[in-house]
């Protein structure tokens, strides 16, 4: 049996009160999977613009010291 099987079958077994009760929960989780998170390290350093002469890399020592 799948997992949607088992919980469509406890479902079925749950009186009005109790299928109230659940549908609150469900509710909350939606709301949390929904909620948006702060951006992550890795994005914001996506972000950084690095404005550099193209030998910056290969020749960092040299700029690095004047």
Known sequence: MSTKELIEAE???MDEDQLRELYQVMKQIT???NRVSPPSLMSKL???KIQAPED???NLDLYASG
């Open 11 to 13: 479902i079925q077994r």
């Open 31 to 33: 709301k949390l999977e």
């Open 46 to 48: 996506k972000q950084v």
């Open 56 to 58: 910056f890399a290969s």
